[in-house]
């Protein structure tokens, strides 16, 4: 499956990685084709946008991980110069602080709940 071997956690994370695109793709392929048609299932496309942002926060958020312990600087297994593995590491938490943390927090429906109470 894949080429992977699944013996470990790491490749059931790549394994996780991999599944998360694959339902952006569907997603992002979903809202295009229904947002350019003249069908009334905008609903359907209001879902599948949801989706596509989620799985592209959860994909950049999983890929940042990946790329923070692959390249981190304190690890010499990997056969890579220390400035690469340095500007790797720090890419990871640029893509950490750059992720579009609002779509999970202020449109979750757990923070409006709260954010109404304190109204």
Known sequence: MLGLKLDTGFDFYILFIIIIKLVFVLAAVGH???????????????????????????FVLTMAILLIYHFNPRFHSKPMSGETKLLFFLFGWVLLVTAKWNIFIKEAPWYKKISRAFD
């Open 32 to 58: 295009l084709i229904l947002s350019h048609t003249d069908t009334d299932l905008d609903k359907y496309d209001a879902k599948l946008v949801y989706w596509k942002e989620r799985t592209e926060f959860v």
